[in-house]
Each structure stands twice: as structure tokens, then as C-alpha cells.
């Protein structure tokens, strides 16, 4: 349910929103705090957002939506199908992920090749785990199933440069190197991380996870001026 909420928030955003600036990149994210304590290892993932209006000396603040898709762990392994059918090997390939959305709020007062920005952000992440079993010979998805999920509000702010790359690009009027970072707070949420999940007996045990999930972001990507 939480899934197709988070897809409907895209699909909302991003056909209704008369998108004058487009963007997306690579995401490098690192734990904060209490997440820090309980996820040791850097996230990666992608974002995208889009602005109503492109911002410009005149009219420096514009307002869109920005999503993001991040795993913050993985485990495989390769095991017997079943107890009864132990001579079939199968792939077994867990992830812990984080899917932001977030209204975006971008302050750019520059008109310059090198243009400095802030933002804000607000909205929330949804955290789950995923397990997947796939063929070892034809890699093909066997079984796929959600472990562990939930819901947590988020906020936070940042800053970064564009810096053009070309003008003139038929409908794009502009396009930039996009170079940012992050702070993202994350308030409390209960999530699953790498080897929280133990198999005994032949019944899954959860260790579940309890903080608050702040993240750095890195960013590196385009934005395209329409």
C-alpha cells in the first residue's frame, strides 16, 4: 500500500507540475547519529526532481518535488530450494532500501556559468527490505517478497552548484553539471539492515531496528533549464 502511495506521489508530481527545470543524479548517502550506530556502511542511489519555474536573478525561488531511491545494504547467498528439495540450488539476494519524496524549495539568485543554490526539503521515506530468489542458471525472479517496511517523516536542507554545460539544446535552454550535498533528518522509524534477519529452524527471525535514519547526501548529476 505504502508502495503504490509513493508512486502515486510521483506520478502526481511530476505530470501535473509544468516542470521548467528537470534534473536527476547519482546519490552517495551516509548515516548520521542513530542511524550511524546501527548502518555502518554508505548507502547509493538516484534522485529526481523538477521545479514549476526556473529561477533567475528576478525571481531567485522556485518550488517542485524531488524523489529518491537509496540501498543502504545487501546480503546474497546461494541455498537449497527447500528442506525437501535440497538438490536445486537457488540465489538468494536480500536489500535494505530508502525511497524519499519531498516538496522542494530552491533559492538560485545567480545568472552566471557557476550558479550557487540552497534548498529545503519536506516529506518522508518509506524503509524496506526485500528478499528476492532467483534461477542460479537463467537469473530470471522465482520468488520476490517485502520482509519488512515502514513510514517516517523527513525534512532537511542543502546546497550545491550548477555549472554550463551547453545552451541552446533544442527545447533545453540550459544544461548544468549539478554538484550537491545533503542533510537529511529522518525522524524515528523501525527498519531491517544487514543481518537482521537470521533463519532458525526454518522460520525467519527479524532483528528489528529502531532510530531515528538522518543521512548526508552526495550528489552528483544534470539539470536541464526548459
Same mark, same amino acid.
Given at each position: 500500500?505504502?508502495?503504490?502511495?509513493?508512486?502515486?506521489?510521483?506520478?502526481?508530481?511530476?505530470?501535473?507540475?509544468?516542470?521548467?527545470?528537470?534534473?536527476?543524479?547519482?546519490?552517495?548517502?551516509?548515516?548520521?547519529?542513530?542511524?550511524?550506530?546501527?548502518?555502518?556502511?554508505?548507502?547509493?542511489?538516484?534522485?529526481?526532481?523538477? *521545479?514549476?519555474?526556473?529561477?533567475? /536573478?528576478? +525571481?531567485?525561488?522556485?518550488? @517542485?518535488?524531488? %524523489?529518491?531511491?537509496?540501498?543502504? =545494504?545487501?546480503?546474497?547467498?546461494?541455498?537449497?530450494?527447500?528442506?525437501?528439495?535440497?538438490?536445486?540450488?537457488?540465489?538468494?539476494?536480500?536489500?535494505?532500501?530508502?525511497?524519499?519524496?519531498?516538496?522542494?524549495?530552491?533559492?538560485?539568485?545567480?545568472?552566471?556559468?557557476?550558479?550557487?543554490?540552497?534548498?529545503?526539503?519536506?516529506?518522508?521515506?518509506?524503509?524496506?527490505?526485500?528478499?528476492?530468489?532467483?534461477?542460479?542458471?537463467?537469473?530470471?525472479?522465482?520468488?520476490?517478497? *517485502?520482509?519488512?517496511?515502514?513510514? /517516517?517523516? +523527513?525534512?532537511?536542507?542543502? @546546497?550545491?552548484? %550548477?555549472?554550463?554545460?551547453?545552451? =541552446?539544446?533544442?527545447?533545453?535552454?540550459?544544461?548544468?553539471?549539478?554538484?550537491?550535498?545533503?542533510?537529511?533528518?529522518?525522524?524515528?522509524?523501525?527498519?531491517?539492515?544487514?543481518?537482521?534477519?537470521?533463519?532458525?529452524?526454518?522460520?525467519?527471525?527479524?532483528?528489528?531496528?529502531?532510530?531515528?535514519?538522518?543521512?548526508?547526501?552526495?550528489?552528483?548529476?544534470?539539470?536541464?533549464?526548459?
Amino acid at each position: 500500500m505504502r508502495k503504490t502511495v509513493i508512486v502515486l506521489f510521483a506520478i502526481l508530481c511530476f505530470s501535473n507540475l509544468n516542470a521548467q527545470t528537470v534534473g536527476g543524479s547519482l546519490v552517495l548517502g551516509l548515516p548520521q547519529g542513530e542511524f550511524k550506530d546501527k548502518v555502518d556502511n554508505v548507502g547509493f542511489g538516484l534522485q529526481l526532481h523538477g *521545479t514549476i519555474f526556473s529561477p533567475s /536573478t528576478l +525571481s531567485p525561488f522556485t518550488i @517542485g518535488a524531488n %524523489l529518491g531511491y537509496m540501498v543502504y =545494504g545487501n546480503e546474497s547467498s546461494t541455498r537449497p530450494l527447500s528442506e525437501t528439495i535440497p538438490d536445486i540450488m537457488v540465489d538468494v539476494n536480500r536489500t535494505n532500501n530508502i525511497a524519499h519524496f519531498h516538496i522542494l524549495f530552491q533559492v538560485s539568485p545567480f545568472n552566471t556559468r557557476v550558479r550557487p543554490y540552497i534548498e529545503g526539503l519536506f516529506g518522508g521515506a518509506y524503509l524496506f527490505t526485500t528478499t528476492k530468489v532467483e534461477s542460479r542458471n537463467s537469473g530470471q525472479n522465482v520468488f520476490e517478497s *517485502t520482509n519488512y517496511d515502514s513510514f /517516517t517523516w +523527513s525534512y532537511g536542507y542543502g @546546497g550545491g552548484l %550548477l555549472i554550463k554545460l551547453k545552451e =541552446g539544446l533544442g527545447s533545453v535552454s540550459e544544461l548544468f553539471l549539478d554538484l550537491k550535498a545533503r542533510y537529511i533528518y529522518g525522524t524515528e522509524a523501525q527498519y531491517l539492515k544487514e543481518g537482521s534477519v537470521r533463519i532458525v529452524g526454518g522460520r525467519a527471525i527479524y532483528d528489528v531496528q529502531k532510530s531515528k535514519t538522518d543521512l548526508i547526501t552526495l550528489n552528483i548529476g544534470v539539470v536541464a533549464y526548459f
